[in-house]
């Protein structure tokens, strides 16, 4: 199998897998998004601080963990907060403020911004060969995430803060789409497994930074009382967090970091819609109904956009790496 064929199975792989984050708020309906966040990301520190230790004791794990290199460590904390933590609280206080139209449309254009970027920097394609696809894709994320967005926020200085919360989102993740992907090439000695252990531990030591810090901010945002008191809803809690930070988190990271290394970024940008139209099928799926007009025809945009980015992906465009783009 080919190559870009492996890393583009690997991308819808991921996606499959992170696409479960639109439903779990739906499996746990007594706890609030900053508690499943919390509860999600905590897993995925501890199942990676345990794993980093176990692969530790190995010969095979050493060696990989020290071709690494120390200055790695950094650098997966940057990403553990670009990617998980503090993305996921910007965009909670940015619904939160600007409310859910504004939050979905601009985050529904992060794998165009992961594309744009990605040329940008790596010179990988001739614009005009990327103009299709995005062109699809862009407009068809927009038709999605209207059609299903929730009540307006109020006006106000409130919303503009809003506002920035989801920019800045939309900017982490660009920012970690692209980082990680150019990271990940230049190191090849780096195994996907070790780097998506490595940004878990990262994401552990945010975490227990990250629980004091909202509930300053939010008192009544993370429920610690009623995790405090045994039963099936604890147990259920648990069980769903472990799902979340090990299948979803940890697996998802692994098949992404194989997708980024073996895919030049502006394809694996176009590869993260995967994630919004598995969960939208998820969410139809757990409500019970079909799509609306404006959906369906946003989900037919946007897999005949990725269709055709993939397409014309098979061999960098003449004069790509020379920056000669237009």
Known sequence: MERPTIGVLLGLGAGLLWGTVFVAPQLLPSFGPVEVALGRYLLY?????????????LRSGRKSLLATGKKAWPLALAFAFSGNVGMYLLLVVGIRLAGAPVATAL???????????????????LWRRLALP???ILPGLLAINLAGAGPVAPAGGGRLLGLLCVL???????????ANARFLRANPSVSGLAWSTMVGVATLALVVLAVPLVA??????VGFGQLLHPGARLAWFLAVSAFLGVVVSWGGTLLWNGASSRLPTSLAGQLVVSEIL??????FVANGRLPSVL????????VSGVTVGIRRVGTPSPGADTGTCA
């Open 168 to 178: 800045g989102t939309v900017g982490l993740w660009t920012f970690y789409g692209v």
């Open 295 to 302: 959906e369906l025809a946003g989900i037919i945009a946007v």
């Open 45 to 57: 520190g501890v199942f990676s601080a345990g794993l980093l230790v176990a692969w530790g004791l």
């Open 107 to 125: 985050i529904g254009t992060v794998p165009v911004t992961v594309a744009v970027a990605g040329n940008l920097l790596e010179r990988e394609f």
């Open 278 to 283: 598995t969960g939208l099928f998820y969410v």
């Open 134 to 136: 995005l062109a699809l």
């Open 216 to 221: 300053l901010l939010d008192p009544g945002a």
